[in-house]
T-cell receptor, first 113, second 116 residues
Framework: DAKTTQPPSMDCAEGRAANLPCNHS???????VYWYRQIHSQGPQYIIH???NNETNEMASLIITEDRKSSTLILPHATLRDTAVYYC??????????????FGAGTRLAVHP | GAVVSQHPSWVICKSGTSVKIECRSL??????MFWYRQFPKQSLMLMAT?????????EQGVEKDKFLINHASLTLSTLTVTSAHPEDSSFYIC????????????FGNGTRLTVT
């Protein structure tokens, strides 16, 4: 699976949009982009994923560039509860046999009042 | 949504004893489950992948005789830390795959293991 690069930390004011970037310049054509977050001492929480079209759900929006070499996760109105480590992961669709999901270092987002 | 339950949420054991951690998919059948370990201020490290009814596939550097994984049913996988030592103290997290393809993984809430 392709490697991703994220800034180690970001700050955001409460109520403002948080835009978290991710570079995945070696992504291949069948790899999806996934975003998870991990709040302290909890398991990761799935946020959103996409292949090439922009995606939106109740939690966030995912913007993927046309060349698919980077993406941005957008939390439209960040709250203090959004303080967490955000992980961007790319992987091929799971199939039978040996599959795995590898986590990078992620971005530590701090939302402040 | 898909729920993965992990038990216990925390455990303290003495050095040399064994500890079993359970991972259950509550509302779906998981043919594949994953076990991760996380040390403080670090990212999740994949330990092994288990497929129901077959032997687990361990990542390089993970001792299969120390970290025993059993995935005997479509809703339950267990990780047993055998002969635990203080350096095994960590946060262990399981995840389960609901369906194949591009469906996301669902994670348990982790087990904090402290070996004294």
């Amino acid at each position: 699976d392709a490697k991703t690069t994220q800034p180690p930390s970001m700050d955001c004011a409460e109520g403002r949009a948080a835009n978290l970037p991710c570079n995945h310049s070696t992504i291949s054509g069948n790899e999806y982009v996934y975003w998870y977050r991990q709040i302290h001492s909890q398991g990761p929480q799935y946020i959103i994923h996409g292949l090439k079209n922009n995606e939106t759900n109740e939690m966030a929006s995912l913007i993927i560039t046309e060349d698919r070499k980077s993406s941005t996760l957008i939390l439209p109105h960040a709250t203090l509860r959004d303080t967490a480590v955000y992980y961007c992961i790319v992987r091929v669709p799971f199939s039978g046999g040996y599959n795995k999901l590898i986590f990078g270092a992620g971005t530590r987002l701090a939302v402040h009042p | 949504g898909a729920v993965v339950s992990q038990h216990p949420s925390w455990v303290i054991c003495k050095s040399g004893t064994s500890v079993k951690i359970e991972c259950r998919s509550l509302d779906f059948q998981a043919t594949t489950m994953f076990w991760y370990r996380q040390f403080p201020k670090q990212s999740l490290m994949l330990m092994a992948t288990s497929n129901e009814g077959s032997k687990a596939t361990y990542e390089q550097g993970v001792e299969k005789d120390k970290f025993l994984i059993n995935h005997a049913s479509l809703t339950l996988s267990t990780l047993t830390v055998t002969s635990a030592h203080p350096e095994d103290s960590s946060f262990y997290i399981c995840s389960a795959l609901d369906r194949g393809g591009n469906s996301p993984l669902h994670f348990g809430n982790g087990t904090r293991l402290t070996v004294t």
